[in-house]
């Protein structure tokens, strides 16, 4: 099982960092149209539906790599307390109640959405460029598809879980700068060997 676990966070890992390459594409996009504007007073057509684009590539398909990270927002006050077996219980019971109905009713409705936009080429209704939002729409059931496989993952882990009283560890990829401060052990002598003299 904990094969399966893996082998479904690595893509979702993998996917993850080809989609992060869309933030050098929008900060760079985002930077030619601020010179072409405002220093050479010519501005482009096709640059702000381009960022929205990048944007929303990056943000649909963070999600199942924040996921597979457990790098989303969990209010959790009382939830880090409570021993790891009820964690599992309660995170598998979420997830079934509320997670994969969301992510169900994600894939089927925008699977919709994606094949009206491709059955009649869809263009942007507010670009002077007038550019094709059919394949960025196609994004919207990929993203629900890998968020139902990374749930599954989740819910194989829960039962890890809840079986052996302990989290299965997870793949590691980036980690908060805060968790690597924490994690630095400094030398008592660190401070006086760096002070003036």
Known sequence: MKSVIHAIESMNIWIGRAFGWCILILTLSVSYEVFVRYVLNAPTVWAFDMMVQMYGALFLMAGPYALAQDAHVRADVVYRLLPVRWQA???????VLFFFPGMLALFWFGW???????????????SPARIQIYFFKTLIPVAGI????????EC??????MKTGKWPKRM?????????????QISPDFHAAEAPK
Request: proline fraction near 0%; include cysteine.
């Open 89 to 95: 219980r309660i995170d598998f019971t979420l997830y």
């Open 112 to 126: 919709e959405i994606a094949a009206d936009s491709w059955r009649y080429k869809e263009v942007s209704w507010n």
């Open 156 to 161: 194989m882990r829960c039962y890890l879980a």
């Open 146 to 153: 890998l968020l139902i496989i990374q749930g599954i993952a």
């Open 172 to 184: 590691e990829d980036a980690r908060e700068t805060e968790k690597i401060l924490e994690g630095q």
